[in-house]
């Protein structure tokens, strides 16, 4: 086991900066602890366990964080144009899709994307421009479709992209992480497309996405930092550096948290956290194939009915804004759970979290530094979080992490449907 100094916030910034991928997957491996020692294990009996791949994209993704952003801050002039068809007039609108997953990356982008650019962006199910287009988009005035995908294969982000690439008024930007997948081939053969293919070490091979999910996102908020690359470039870094201890001294009490005794679990998380929500809240129910139900909240709307399935089983996840008018609505509401007595035990992500919202039991997740960090921001920190509970409540039923869906209900990719238009 290294000692604190070798795993300290500098230290570890020197290895994620200056060093390969699998340099800092040794450090955390030989740091110890839970995550460490699954990780020390070799490749073959990961792989016997069934979580290779999944462990191994949770854990880089403090490395590929970095990597994203010093590849993506070169291409923010060419961004800066794609957005130019929807800012210049002030009239144009931003649609981030996708499907599961892909969509909430666009969920957590919204708010910071919106006050940014100063024009309306909206997170929209690629299923939804499938089926509804003309209540989903602008019927006048130009658009730009951002569309995230981690593999680019599923039935749905290829058919929006053919169907809405007729329309005159409507630009495209393509992210994912597959150079390989439908969906880039289709973007490269049309100028008219933006594309932006991340790292293959992002295109996740286990079933869940999460490094995929994660740096989505970041590519993602360079559109609203296309003026100041290198600020982008620092906040990655930043991210990273907190991310990395994240999974050094809360892995853990992680750990130990997925393991108690739970029947539910419940996210909440206001603005674009409450898209970390969402996704935090799928990755739960994905890797325990649906024996942990889930769902995901905000905090006022926990009181409108919702509550109501916050028993003595339920495990709250609550991700706490950085911002003081917002943690106090979350902080009211947290007091309201401990005072009825609702919830077995609760896991706060984020600084500075006030001594009267922790019961016995509960996990504080916080480290050095986050409280700088603005919700904006944060949404890929919490959804590391919920990955890593994921993956060792996965591993503490006895499931795969890199297949828990053995009975094949659900897949890597979506398997092909008909594509249905109107004539």
Request: charged share 20%.
């Amino acid at each position: 086991m290294r000692s604190p100094s070798e795993t300290g916030p500098a230290a570890v910034e020197r290895t994620l900066q200056t060093a390969s991928v699998d340099d800092w997957l040794r450090l955390l491996a030989s740091a110890g602890g839970e995550l460490g020692t699954l990780l020390a294990d070799p490749p073959d009996e990961q792989s016997r366990r069934g979580y290779h791949h999944t462990l191994r994209e949770i854990a880089q993704q403090p490395f590929t964080w970095i990597e994203t952003a010093r590849n993506l801050a070169p291409r923010a002039g060419e961004l800066r144009s794609a957005l130019v068809h929807v800012t210049a007039s002030g009239r144009g609108v931003l649609a981030l899709t996708g499907s599961g997953s892909s969509l909430y990356a666009g969920e957590c982008l919204v708010p910071g994307l919106q006050a940014a650019l100063g024009i309306p962006v909206q997170a929209v199910a690629s299923g939804e421009l499938l089926t509804h287009p003309q209540g989903r988009l602008p019927r006048t005035g130009p658009c730009l479709v951002v569309s995230f995908a981690r593999s680019g294969n599923s039935p749905e982000s290829v058919a929006v992209l053919d169907g809405l690439r007729a329309e005159a008024s409507c630009r495209h930007l393509v992210i994912t992480c597959n150079r390989h997948g439908r969906l880039a081939a289709r973007a490269s053969a049309d100028p008219s497309v933006t594309t932006v293919i991340l790292d293959d070490k992002t295109c996740d091979r286990s079933l869940v996405m999460t490094s995929s999910f994660t740096n989505m996102v970041l590519a993602g908020r360079l559109l609203a930092l296309t003026d100041a690359p290198k600020d982008y470039e620092e906040r990655a870094l930043r991210l990273a550096g907190l991310a990395a201890q994240v999974l050094l001294r809360h892995g853990d009490g992680l750990a130990a948290a997925a393991r108690a005794d739970l029947r539910s679990a419940v996210y909440l998380g206001s603005g674009g956290r409450h898209g970390s929500a969402r996704e935090a809240a799928l990755k739960m129910l994905e890797m325990t194939g649906g024996q942990v139900m889930t769902f995901p909240e905000t905090y006022l709307g926990l009181r409108h009915g919702p509550m109501a399935a916050v028993d003595d089983g339920a495990l709250v996840v609550c991700f706490l804004s950085a911002d003081d008018v917002v943690r106090a609505y979350e902080a009211d509401l947290v007091r309201e759970l401990k005072r009825k007595g609702l919830g077995a035990r609760k896991v706060l992500v984020g600084a500075n979290v006030p001594e009267d919202l922790v019961s016995p039991g509960d996990l504080v997740v916080d480290v050095p530094g986050l409280g700088a960090v603005d919700d904006d921001d944060a949404t890929i920190l919490d959804v590391l979080v919920g990955q890593t509970l994921a993956f060792f409540r996965c591993m503490a039923i006895g499931l795969r992490p890199d297949s828990p869906s053995d009975d094949g209900v659900i897949s890597r990719v979506v398997e092909s449907f008909a594509i249905h238009r109107r004539t």
